[in-house]
């Protein structure tokens, strides 16, 4: 189907003329499009982009908002706030968050995190945005699915939103939601209703992430323009294509997982639950295995740790190879490793169940396939830093942000590695290591690519720049506090300090940690402020920017910049350029940078 | 399409998602069978025969199988009337087939093997209860190919969307077949 089609609506009306990949047709007629269908029920993916982008924004303040209430109880355990009961009412009786109200919050703050802004928030919008105009396409394989996609989203958004204000509160038995405390009502009253919205709302969300994931595999695989083969493709596309084919294996499992637990929950089945007292009261269970919903679980947990940071990556090799003006080093050998990656993904999931009283000799080849993964993970720290190496760097905040990824994720993935060995990992577990452990691997390095992404493609975006100055500050505020935040949390999670836990101030063992976590709380307060910075530049920005006057401003290879500086929907007005070399040409043949489409000279050395 | 003769030997990509879409509910069974066969191997497992009937909905889901790839022959050929005679006929079948999955259950509650029975029951509810709602999906599929077999306005003669039905038609066909074949020999 050529990318003409995909345009003009559903129904394959029968075309004539063999306009091969609809180049022939002009298609700068501009229907007059009605406020509902440019801004709201958008098909054009860049739109739909936006809207992913915005929604996650969203989410990310709130999510955040939540980390700072839980973080102040932690730092500051004895203290009262007054302003707390203003806004939570008896969730914080007497200005002090109450125990449910905490697990709710940390709950929330991962569901959240996890879920609605690094997985929707980047990758949905970085996806939607990227793919047809690196790959040249005038938009996705499927608009109207894609647009379902983020109405999915919104409606889980809504249902999640939703579950804050019932009377028992949200979920609050963890991101995870293990039963039997998630399947059980009578357990907490987190695991009532509010536990309900959270199975609907990710219910929904996994319906959205398939079928957008279809959407981007389909779009990459079959809507390439003339010239654009696969090796040609940059990074990013190469990265959201491995992220979706792991989501759309991945996420179908978990949603089992989901159904089971609801049949526990409403249809009196054991599949998760065993001989239990709950409240005095012996339950008629029998049999059930709670570890199953772990495997389930983490089946999707471990991939979709990958699915947050795959787009990442990809999207900081773009940023790093266009800001040292320099070819990427290793480009096959960055498909190979993502590629490695997405394999291994789906064969470590029980190195969250070391402890679980999984059989130790299993527990042997998940050591060993977890290490592995340490192999492609390396090779592309290697290739970056090589790409940098002696490169005419610009700091842009967006190269900043790059290099700052490739910096949290080395400290990160460092202690994935101890981690990753059974026998340190029973001292480890559930502490403050593993908290340590995947913010700073995340957590912090997907923002960074998802900054360095916002930075470097708003300008195609919005036809305008973000605020440098601001962006420098956001920058260097937010690289010192993430590492003031989480790395004095490897030693809490090494002197055995829990993960989870509402008040360490009764442990004999922990009073030596009072002040760091004071201190942790009060540079998380600081970095959140920093964050509502770069949301006010991110706001102000789209209407008061500084304009884009070329369309090309980073000098880039790649076929987003040779559309026009705001394009519409189809985003080249006249015929979709042919492709005629990879995208890293940078600092060739004594040239700055040669643009995808121009072809490649008799006298050109290849690269 | 017309426009596909540049690129007629690439798979169209409504077909092309319909197949990932597949992979996708694929994923989720092996997660029910897997799960399935883990607690298998726990204590207190509790094997039974399967309800005779669902023998009876497989041949009715394979005669299914049978009436939409006709129908997709006919639609070829432009045989409206027919097509229209053997998508429908598809539809009851699928509507046929649920109705014996239901009384299957019906079976297995009499044999005192309710949903809160043991797990192993429990299993073949959900399992099979997802089973027919993916059915369903192909029954509500169909009726919309029907409406729209009698638009005038808009006259489609791509064969796509037919196609793209049919294949996801024979694939919860074989969907059930490697449920049944599983859940009879994995007891
Ligand atoms: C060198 C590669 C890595 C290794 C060997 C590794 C290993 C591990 C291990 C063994 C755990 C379980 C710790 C425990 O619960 O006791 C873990 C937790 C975790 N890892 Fe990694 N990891 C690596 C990289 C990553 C990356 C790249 C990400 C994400 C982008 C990530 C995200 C997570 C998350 C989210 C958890 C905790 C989930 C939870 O319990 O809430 N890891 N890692
Ligand atoms: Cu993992």
Redesign the pocket.
Known sequence: MSNEATLHGQHEVIHHGDDHHGNGHDHDHHHEQSFISKYVFSMDHKMIAKQFLITGIIWAIIGALFSVLFRLQLGYPDATFPWLESILGHWAEGGRITPQAYYALVTMHGTILVFFVLTAGLSGTFSNFLIPLQVGARDMASPFMNMLSYWFFFMASMVMMASFFVQTGPASGGWTAYPPLSALGDASIGSKIGMDLWLVSMALFVVSQLLGGLNYISTILNLRTKGMSMTKMPLTIWSFFFTAVLGVLSFPVLLSGFILLLFDRHGGTSFYLSELFVKGKVLPNEGGSAILYQHLFWFLG?PE?YIIILPAMGMVSEVLAINSRKPIFGYLAMVGSMFAIAILAFL??A??MFVTGLNPFLGAFFVLLTLLIAVPSAIKVFNWITTIWKGNIRFTPGSLFSIGFVSTFISGGLTGIWLGNSSIDIHLHDTYFVIAHFHIVMGVSAFFGMFAAIYHWFPKMYGRYLNQTIGFIHFWITMAGAYLIFWPMHYEGMAGMPRRYFDYSGWESFKMFTELNQFISFVVIIVFATQLLFVFNFFYSIFKGRKVTTTNPWQATTLEWTTPINPGHGNWPGEIPEVHRWPYDYSKDGKDFIPQTVPVSADESAH | MATMSAQKNKIHPHKFSLWIAMGSITMMFIGFTSAYVVKRSQANWQSFELPSIFWISTAVILASSLTIHLAVRQFKQRNMSRYKQLITLTAILGVLFTVCQILGFADMMKHNLPLDGPVSASFIYVIVGVHILHVLGGVVTLMVMFVRAYRTRIRTYSSVPVEVAATYWHFVDLLWIYLLVFLSLAR
């Open positions: 471990h740790v470590v999931w190195h969250h």
